[in-house]
């Protein structure tokens, strides 16, 4: 969720066709825990953004993933007890290894006759 973002993200073209029209049973999310979005906050919102689209009414799972980040002074691996990674040796210059973003890691399709098919990105 980007304040400064003119469009919303558009998928990749790596989905399936047809999953824009059908209707969602659930959709599966990882969020890191420095992407900047609140799991709390999607799922909260999650039903009143799904109102009235092939998203109502479905099943939400969100996996966190806990920050993981390299020193670029020192070289040490740690995980940060904020949202500024900084490395105990006091360098503030950590790349991000994982946990420093939000993806949909599947979208569960429910058939007419009551089977599911999932897509997954490509």
Sequence with gaps: MHCCRSSPPRPSSGWSTGVSDATISCVHLEIGSLSGVSADSVRFYFPMAAEGTNLAGAKLEISEVPARC?????????????????????????AVLSGGSMRILSVEVANGDGQRAQAHPG
């Design 70 to 94: 390299r020193c670029g002074s020192c070289g040490a691996e740690f995980e940060p007890d904020g949202p500024i990674p900084l490395c105990a040796c006091g360098s503030p210059d950590a």
